[in-house]
């Protein structure tokens, strides 16, 4: 796929696939036939200039994106905040781990008395545990930011990178590769909620240095994908997993094609994954253990999240926070932000890749490309398959896969990832092609490309996320009153119960620094408690929880009896609960009875409802 990977790159007249020229290559050529060096020195200024403004154009898109959230620091949230809370609580427990020597993968403060596993739910220590400077210093909030406007730019600088150095000699058709890489919905979509999932600069780095294997140098070139192997799983083992798939069905689809080469390819690529494999398991032996085996590991995915999927006509349909979709919605009430638009890459877009495939298809690896990221498509649709928002009723590909070993807790829109990353090369390797082109005017054929690629890019470029005003911590959280009622090995209930959608507990434990030990928690763990089975939100439901499930979801007040409070001081003997509290607000009031009637009489201070329970 790149340069020095025995012939993945482009076809030459003869009809032999011939990997790509880098710049570097290009440089060192000139300075051979030009004695003074001039056109060197030239050359290597104008690329760095180059280099710079791409990555300053992308830096300015990432801030773009996120400005409203910027805007009015620590006063905005997403529309739907659930996610972004549960990020920011690992964010801070990652700054935790850091300052009080904890288990980074056993999250001892939620769920109590259980704990959560860590490495079984997306805590990114990846990024938590570099940036928990930042985390201590001026909290998780600020450290989340970081990450995201840091994820686009960054995800769209190392394809960039990689492009630029290794498939492609121009700057500007790496340029366009690289905003598709890092601005597609599928990175976008996810700016208001998923760290992990927007970080997805390693992804070209992984496949670079695949095919670097085939090179030789097993043991150099097996360590270094090892270590991106590695660090790739604490920040996201999806992508991890999405990528090795996708990168396999690559170096499958060229070896069919080019059978007199395999040979060749097999020796060194077998014994640089040989390396690669030893290494990853040695440092991964552990985590992997714990996360698979020790408490409160799962086996099989949530039920309900393992049935998202893309429609049938989703990779022709604009990401809900594009330019083309913000325009459709005009002076409409803005929707939920979608977190989950993989492979929407909106219909001019479609229709300029369908153009550059077929007038590349003589390229292996655009052929190779453009089935991959077709295949991921099509399994992306998930099972049964949904044709404008209807089932349909008919079974998809993913059939196929998904009671398997790790399918069986991906959800399958997530697989529309893969088409995103296949689109890079071919667009940029495309435009690049064109520039190239002779018989038009050069004026005019930049002015052709321009004006495609603006119809294409354009309507798909994503607006900025859509707030709404972020609640103020409490005084009686934010200035440690609580710790008055709290002792070393009790722990705080916080009614509504932390939830997706009710979210106020995270943000108010999370603010504690995760110092607030708390009995519930937003989280995947094995259904009804019990390792090893399959995954469900949150912890398994005691008597009391569905008490407060009632007043929480419906607004009503359960009917209370003698029997119901009996197995309540039960189940705060279970949670090791001192203290309770409930936020304020009309929207709250059949929560509050209900503790009430519970516990008796609570106390109104410092911007919360608290019941000193220790006497129960």
């Avoid at 009503?556 to 009996?566: G, K, L, N, Q, S």
Wanted: hydrophobic share 45%.
């Amino acid at each position: 796929m790149l340069t020095g990977t025995a012939g993945l790159g482009e076809t030459d007249e003869t009809g032999d696939t011939t990997a790509p020229a880098t710049e570097g290559r290009i440089v060192r050529q000139r300075r051979s036939e030009e004695s003074d060096g001039i056109t060197e020195i030239t050359t290597n200024r104008t690329g760095r200039r180059a280099d710079l403004l791409a990555l300053g154009s992308y830096l300015l898109g990432a801030l773009f994106v996120v400005a409203p959230i910027l805007a009015h620091y620590g006063r905005r949230m997403p529309i739907s905040p659930g996610d972004r809370a549960q990020a920011e609580y690992f964010l801070a427990w990652s700054a935790r781990v850091v300052s009080h020597g904890e288990n980074p993968f056993h999250i001892t403060q939620y769920n109590a008395p259980l704990g959560v596993n860590g490495m079984a739910n997306t805590t990114v220590l990846g990024l938590g545990l570099p940036l928990s400077p930042i985390t201590l210093l001026f909290g998780a909030q600020v450290t989340f930011d970081i990450l995201i406007v840091l994820g686009i730019a960054g995800t769209a600088a190392a394809w960039y990178w990689v492009l630029s150095r290794h498939l492609v000699t121009s700057r500007t058709a790496a340029w366009v590769g690289g905003l598709v890489g890092g601005f597609a919905p599928t990175v976008t979509s996810h700016a208001s909620y998923h760290v992990n999932l927007v970080a997805q600069f390693l992804v070209p780095l992984l496949a670079w240095r695949t095919f670097k294997l085939l090179e030789g140098r097993p043991l150099r070139n097996g360590l270094i994908l090892a270590a991106l192997v590695v660090y790739q799983v604490f920040i996201n083992e999806e992508t991890l997993f999405l990528a090795a798939l996708a990168i396999g069905l690559v170096l499958l689809l060229w070896a069919v094609q080019r059978r007199d080469r395999v040979r060749a390819a097999i020796r060194p690529l077998a014994a640089g994954l040989g390396v690669t494999a030893g290494a990853s398991l040695i440092l991964l032996a552990y985590p992997l253990w714990f996360q698979f085996f020790g408490p409160g590991a799962y086996h099989g995915g949530e039920q309900y999240m393992t049935t998202f999927r893309m429609d049938v006509l989703g990779m022709t349909s604009y990401g809900s926070n594009s330019v083309a979709e913000r325009l459709r919605r005009f002076g409409e009430p803005p929707p939920p932000l979608g977190a989950e638009e993989h492979g929407f890459l909106g219909w001019a877009l479609v229709l300029l890749l369908v153009a550059l495939v077929v007038w590349q298809w003589h390229d292996v690896l655009i052929r190779s490309l453009a089935v991959t990221g077709v295949a991921f498509q099509m399994l992306a649709w998930g099972s049964p398959l949904q044709w404008q928002g209807r089932d349909t009723g008919i079974p998809g590909p993913f059939a196929l896969l998904q009671h398997l070993p790790l399918f069986d807790t991906l959800l399958p829109t997530r697989l529309g990832e893969v088409t995103n990353w296949a689109v890079v090369p071919i667009l940029a390797l495309g435009v690049q092609r064109l520039l190239a082109l002779d018989g038009l005017p050069v004026r005019t054929r930049q002015l052709f490309i321009a004006t495609a690629l603006v119809a294409a890019l354009l309507p798909a470029a994503p607006m900025p996320i859509k707030v709404v005003t972020r609640p103020a911590i409490p005084a009686f959280v934010s200035a440690g009153t609580w710790k008055q009622y709290v002792g070393p090995d009790q722990t705080v209930l916080i009614v509504p119960l932390p939830q997706w959608d009710f979210p106020t507990a995270i943000w108010w434990t999370g603010a504690t620094g995760t110092d607030m030990k708390v009995s519930h928690g937003y989280f995947l763990g094995p259904a009804d408690g019990i390792d090893g089975h399959h995954a469900t939100p949150g912890p398994a439901q005691r008597p009391t929880d569905k008490l407060f499930a009632e007043a929480m979801y419906k607004g009503t007040v359960p009917p209370i009896t003698d029997a119901d409070r009996t197995r309540a001081r039960d189940d705060l003997r279970y949670w090791r609960t001192s203290l309770v509290l409930a936020p304020q607000g009309a929207q709250w009031e059949a929560v509050r009875t209900t503790l009430t009637g519970l516990f008796g009489p609570g106390t109104n201070t410092g911007g919360v409802w608290m019941w000193d329970v220790r006497h129960l």
